[in-house]
C-alpha cells in the first residue's frame, strides 16, 4: 500500500531562554488526531508538549493520501509521523536558538528618497 503523508502547518512554540543543563532530557505527551476527508485521505494533527526544564509545544497538521480505500488507520502511520515530527524537532530547537552575532563596523547604507508619481 502507497501512502502519502503531507506536512501543511508548523506550529513551535518554546521558552525564551535555552536550557542550561547540556544533558536534556525531553518526556514528551503527544497525540495524533485523524480527520477523514474522503475515502481515500485524511487530515491528521500531530501534537507534542513538554513540561520538564524546557517546556514547548510542537504541533504538525497535514493529510495523509492512501493508493486505496481506507477502513482502519494502521498503527504504523501515527508511529512515522510522530518520528519524523521528533526529527524536524531537534532542528527546530537548533534553528530558534540564541545565536550570539558580532558586527565588526556597522555599515549605514543610504536609500534615497523617491517621488513617486500619483
Known sequence: MNIKITIKKLTFERP???PKNTKLELNLNW?????????NSLNYTCRLKTK??????FTIEGIIEFENEIINIPEDISKCILNNMTQILVHMINLT???PIKLETPQVAEIPTQKIAS
Do not use: A, G
Request: aromatic letters at 10%; glycine letters at 0%.
Open 16 to 18: 525564551k531562554e535555552n
Open 31 to 39: 497525540s495524533v488526531e485523524y480527520k477523514k476527508i474522503d475515502t
Open 52 to 57: 520538564n526544564e524546557f517546556p514547548m509545544v
Open 97 to 99: 536558538k540564541e545565536k
